[in-house]
């Protein structure tokens, strides 16, 4: 299958500080990327979905001011977790798709997990 | 709406044994359906899916069952190995206008596998 690369694969901060977490489709163009977000022992909670050159779509509860998303080109979308805080720890997971959900054509990244204190 | 667990079901079986892991949706509208794998630090992947037209799919050593009636999937891995042990995810979406919407994820199932 497709292989989507997510940078860095755990981060520590302080609290206040920003993250940037990269997500890159390596063998094929990601015309969307989704971001979810998933806290220990619970489900993937969608968090936004982004166009390549077009503006994310935020889930609902979602602060599109805090959390920074952006896909400027085809292989690349970055999400930046802006003023962190420790209740924005969790484990953030990018997913990307050439032609559209279906039949596996969504390829997760390996996620990437962040740690403010 | 959504289903979002707050405490993970967990399964054991033994190896060699069949696993069932079972997934109740919510959407009576959502017509295709995927089940993940998620080892512990790692993403989701890709198991198998199926559409609402069907009601049963087989893939290698795994099968998903699809009742429409009573919003329940299922998902059979045959002969369970301990590389089977793993988070299961299903996951639910619908079609809008041809096009296929966001996936909708289930609250997971721990699979353990004793050897």
């Known amino acids: 299958g497709a292989v989507v690369s997510q940078h860095p694969s755990w981060v520590i901060c302080k609290s206040g500080t920003s993250v940037k977490i990269e997500c890159r489709s390596l063998?094929?163009?990601?015309?969307?990327m989704f971001w979810y977000r998933q806290f220990p022992k619970q489900s993937l909670m969608l968090m936004a979905t982004s166009n390549e050159g077009s503006k994310a779509t935020y889930e609902q509860g979602v602060e599109k001011d805090k959390f920074l998303i952006n896909h400027a080109s085809l292989t690349l979308s970055t999400l930046t977790v802006t003023s962190a805080h420790p209740e924005d720890s969790s484990f953030y997971i990018c997913?990307?798709?050439?032609?559209?959900?279906?039949?596996?054509?969504?390829?997760f990244g390996e996620g990437s997990r962040l740690t403010v204190l | 709406g959504e289903s979002v667990g707050l405490h993970l079901p967990t399964l054991s079986v033994q190896e060699g044994d069949n696993s069932i892991i079972n997934c109740a949706y919510s959407n009576s509208a959502s017509d295709y359906f995927i089940w993940y794998k998620q080892e512990s630090g790692k993403g989701p992947q890709f198991i198998i899916d199926i559409r609402s037209n069907m009601d049963k799919r087989q893939g290698q050593r795994v099968t998903v069952l699809l009742n429409k009636t009573v919003k329940h999937l299922s998902l059979q891995i045959a002969a369970t190995q301990p590389g089977d042990s793993a988070v299961y995810f299903c996951?639910?979406?619908?079609?809008?206008?041809?096009?296929?919407?966001?996936?909708?994820f289930g609250k997971g199932t721990k699979l353990s596998v004793k050897p």
């Open positions: 997913s990307a798709s050439a032609r559209g959900i279906a039949a596996g054509e969504l390829f």
């Open positions: 996951a639910e979406s619908v079609t809008y206008g041809g096009s296929q919407g966001n996936l909708i």
């Open positions: 063998d094929f163009q990601a015309t969307t």
